[in-house]
């Protein structure tokens, strides 16, 4: 599994033909306490850097783009009990959505944890 | 609430700016100045508000003295409250409107004796400024104290914390601290440190605001927050204490194309300022309250968990009916909550409605505001 980040901030790990998308650590500190979180439902077509989900913290709310094109296959039920899970494990029990890639190649470009990092540091 | 500044300025610091920081205050952008928007957390900072005592720093908004011969009979000419039989130390809740009746800005007025200090919204504090310098008569003296902090200290326990710093009543036979009501204002000394201090705030919380020299601001600060009951705060919070408190905010929920009636505040108008006129916008407002306003600011409870944010539109079936000016999720109450303006036939407590967020119609209803009950102190309580 190769677990790659974007500059929108979000991270997304492929398991061959599948993604699991969520938000990074950075974005859930930016956004603050997370109230909501609107994902898309199975069988949703995505294609890169189109609208995927809406978080919404206390105070606004905040688009989630598609990092690669694909199928949405399942997203994650415990965000709607337990939005703040994007808050305690944004890379791990907060992820959003699950998807099959429809276009491996667009994963070519996208960052890995320490160039992510790195990146983070400058901002 | 978030806007920044739409002009060329560059962004000004505040006294306790260094402060701020230094406490973890992530610093915005906000009414031409460097704010807090958050330390720990909005959620868990309004909830402390709300058990404890948060302090606020809210020295963006204006600070004004109005004095001289017939300064009343000069305020009542611009603004909708009764003047004239606002006593020494007592506050009102005045609206300063334009001719056709919109508010120009929402301000609290207080009788200090020789002089009435006015505290104006720090976005528009400039705008105000200049249109009482060109309405008063020359011989009224505004004089604008930039030198000077506002701190809020609001929560159950505010008063109680503040009284531990020993403050004294700086002039003999004035109240003490415990036994102002809502709405009282009265000058103490913090040792040598003169305070003005008003039994009021923007949280539906007892509490108080403290005007104090900006030499003086940052040692008030350190001594409150050295009180274990005592957090400091920022803009999100009181944001969303404001909102669960059904208290308009200027620029979203009140502005220029509102009159008082529509707007719910009719309280700002007494009777005989009603019956008299004589302020910009009276026959408006005279109008609005004779034939119903053409619409009305209502709060809103809306089912599940998604919060709808101002601007979203307010539908009954498949007609427009308002737009939400302020919404969010309430931290005390766990749900999302929304104030906007809706025609009239629309605005009864328990009246259903939707709200369209990005093509999805959630289920409101129309509810009382406040959301949250106000604990101020009131007289004999």
């Not at chain 1, 199928?71 to 959505?97: I, Q, R, T």
Request: proline letters at 6%; hydrophobic letters at 40%.
């Amino acid at each position: 599994m190769t677990r790659y980040y974007t500059i929108e901030h979000e991270w997304i790990e492929v398991d061959g033909t599948t993604a699991t998308v969520g938000i990074t650590d950075h974005a859930q500190h930016q956004l603050g306490d997370i109230v909501f979180v609107e994902v898309p439902a199975a069988g949703t077509t995505l294609t890169k850097g189109g609208q995927a989900a809406v978080v919404e913290s206390v105070k606004a709310a905040s688009d989630v783009y598609a990092p690669v094109s694909g199928v949405v296959s399942e997203s994650n039920a415990a965000l709607e009990a337990d939005p703040a899970l994007v808050n305690s494990a944004p890379e791990g029990d907060g992820w959003f959505f699950k998807l099959t890639l429809t276009n491996a190649a667009e994963l070519e470009g996208l960052m890995d944890k320490a160039a992510y990092d790195a990146w983070v540091k400058t901002l | 609430m978030y806007d920044t500044q739409d002009d060329k300025t560059e962004t000004q610091f505040l006294p306790l700016d260094g402060w701020h920081r230094a406490h973890g205050g992530r610093m915005v952008e906000f009414a031409g100045y460097w704010m807090p928007i958050q330390y720990e957390g909005i959620i868990a900072e309004h909830l402390w508000v709300r058990e404890n005592a948060g302090l606020f720093d809210v020295s963006h908004m204006g600070q004004l003295q109005i004095s001289g011969e017939g300064a009343a009979e000069a305020l009542e000419a611009l603004l909708t409250t009764d003047i004239k039989t606002l006593e020494h130390g007592k506050i009102r809740y005045a609206l300063m409107l334009n001719e056709a009746g919109g508010a120009l800005d929402d301000l609290m007025v207080t009788n200090r004796g020789i002089y009435y200090y006015l505290v104006v919204n720090g976005a528009t504090k400039w705008d105000d400024i200049a249109h009482l310098r060109q309405h008063l008569p020359d011989h009224i003296t505004l004089n604008h104290l930039e030198d000077r902090a506002l701190l809020a200290l609001q929560g159950p326990k505010a008063v109680a914390a503040l009284a531990q710093l020993g403050l004294v009543p700086a002039k003999p036979g004035g109240p003490e601290l415990g036994d102002m009501n809502f709405m009282e204002a009265a000058p103490f000394k913090w040792g040598k440190v003169p305070l003005g201090i008003s039994r009021s705030g923007y949280t539906g919380e007892d509490g108080v605001e403290i005007s104090v020299r900006g030499e003086d601001v940052v040692a008030l600060a350190d001594a409150l927050c050295a009180l274990p009951e005592v957090k400091p705060i920022g803009l999100g919070a009181r944001d969303s204490l404001r909102l669960e408190a059904g208290l308009p905010l200027y620029g979203h929920d009140l502005d220029a194309g509102v009159d008082p009636i529509q707007a719910g505040l009719g309280f700002a108008v007494p009777k005989r300022r009603r019956a008299e006129g004589g302020f910009p916008g009276a026959a408006r407002v005279q109008a609005s309250i004779a034939n119903g306003p053409p619409s009305k600011r209502v709060g809103l409870m809306i089912e599940g968990r998604m919060p709808a944010r101002e601007g979203a539109l307010i539908f009954d079936g498949d007609t427009q009916v308002g737009k939400l000016t302020s919404g969010g999720f309430s931290p005390s109450l766990q749900a999302p909550i929304a104030m906007g303006y809706v025609a009239p036939e629309h605005a009864a407590p328990g009246t259903p409605l939707e709200i369209d967020v990005r093509g999805r119609r959630l289920p409101a209803s129309v509810v009382g505001l406040p959301f949250v009950p106000h604990r101020y102190k009131r007289k004999g309580v």
